[in-house]
């Protein structure tokens, strides 16, 4: 069974089409890069799989098929999956605290609370700064504790819209390490957007390339960088791509 399975999918903001896909297959314990330029619905479609946003049109089955809809279940769904973005929010506590706050919301025993939130901000490599205030931290650590705050949740998927634009070459490493490494010992599913193509080809299985809200290329990340079967892709990573 797939991790998504994307049918006729759009989405339309003040009449405009932003979004438009016949058809996309999503396999699961992948990395998928999504390149595209900006304002080609790149985060709109993560929104749509994160059930944050809802499509105009379309279905969207979810790794046991069942739909991705709001309403019904789809807290159950919501939960499968996390979502970190470029400019990390870090509530004004400590690591601790944004590290915990889900699974407080989520009700644990204190204890295993405790013991998960230690677990993550050790995998994030976080642990001295355990107790500092988020908001003081630079913009890398504060990734690294977003990170920590999406997998303490044990996410089958998470999903990554341009994870490390900020940063600078070496926390844009810590915080690639740190996605493989979850990768490989859960067989986290990762969706992530982004700009960065020397990232997309160090981190993805497969690339999928949105442009106008459509998808033009999706194919292994090797042949997609070696060998792009379409001229709207190699004229892309060209970068003589005129929107
Ligand atoms: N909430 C919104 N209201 C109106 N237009 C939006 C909204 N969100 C996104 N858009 C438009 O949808 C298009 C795709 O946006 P987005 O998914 O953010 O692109 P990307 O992430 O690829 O840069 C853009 O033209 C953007 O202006
Ligand atoms: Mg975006």
Redesign the pocket.
Same mark, same amino acid.
Do not use: W
């Given at each position: 069974m797939n991790l998504f399975e994307i049918t006729h999918l759009t989405k339309v903001?003040?009449d405009r089409t /932003?979004l438009s896909i016949d058809k996309l297959y999503l396999e699961r314990e992948r990395i998928y890069a999504v390149l #595209?330029p900006? #304002?080609? #619905?790149?985060?709109?479609l993560l929104r749509i799989l994160n059930l944050l946003v809802e499509p105009d049109s379309g279905d969207i089955k979810f790794v046991d098929g069942q739909l991705l809809k709001q309403g019904h279940k789809s807290y159950d769904m919501a939960r499968r999956m996390c979502m970190v973005f470029q400019r990390p929010l870090m509530f004004s506590t400590s690591v601790y605290n944004n590290v915990a706050y889900g699974l407080r919301l989520r009700k644990l025993p204190h204890r295993e609370i405790e013991r998960r939130v230690s677990e993550a901000i050790d995998f994030v490599g976080m642990q001295d700064f355990i107790n500092y205030p988020a908001t003081k931290l630079s913009g890398g650590e504060m990734q690294r504790v977003a990170l920590a705050r999406a997998l303490v949740l044990r996410p089958e998927v998470l999903l990554l819209d341009e994870p490390t634009a900020n940063l600078d070459p070496h926390s844009v490493q810590v915080i690639e390490e740190i996605v493989r490494k979850h990768h490989q010992q859960f067989g986290t599913s990762v969706i992530m /957007?982004t700009h960065n193509l020397f990232q997309a080809k160090r981190m993805a299985d497969e690339v999928i390339l949105?442009v106008g809200g459509e998808v033009v290329e999706k194919s292994n990340a090797e042949d997609f960088f070696n060998n792009p079967s379409n001229e709207r892709s190699k004229a892309f990573l060209d970068g003589t791509m005129v929107y």
């Amino acid at each position: 069974m797939n991790l998504f399975e994307i049918t006729h999918l759009t989405k339309v903001y003040r009449d405009r089409t /932003v979004l438009s896909i016949d058809k996309l297959y999503l396999e699961r314990e992948r990395i998928y890069a999504v390149l #595209g330029p900006n #304002g080609a #619905g790149k985060s709109t479609l993560l929104r749509i799989l994160n059930l944050l946003v809802e499509p105009d049109s379309g279905d969207i089955k979810f790794v046991d098929g069942q739909l991705l809809k709001q309403g019904h279940k789809s807290y159950d769904m919501a939960r499968r999956m996390c979502m970190v973005f470029q400019r990390p929010l870090m509530f004004s506590t400590s690591v601790y605290n944004n590290v915990a706050y889900g699974l407080r919301l989520r009700k644990l025993p204190h204890r295993e609370i405790e013991r998960r939130v230690s677990e993550a901000i050790d995998f994030v490599g976080m642990q001295d700064f355990i107790n500092y205030p988020a908001t003081k931290l630079s913009g890398g650590e504060m990734q690294r504790v977003a990170l920590a705050r999406a997998l303490v949740l044990r996410p089958e998927v998470l999903l990554l819209d341009e994870p490390t634009a900020n940063l600078d070459p070496h926390s844009v490493q810590v915080i690639e390490e740190i996605v493989r490494k979850h990768h490989q010992q859960f067989g986290t599913s990762v969706i992530m /957007v982004t700009h960065n193509l020397f990232q997309a080809k160090r981190m993805a299985d497969e690339v999928i390339l949105l442009v106008g809200g459509e998808v033009v290329e999706k194919s292994n990340a090797e042949d997609f960088f070696n060998n792009p079967s379409n001229e709207r892709s190699k004229a892309f990573l060209d970068g003589t791509m005129v929107y």
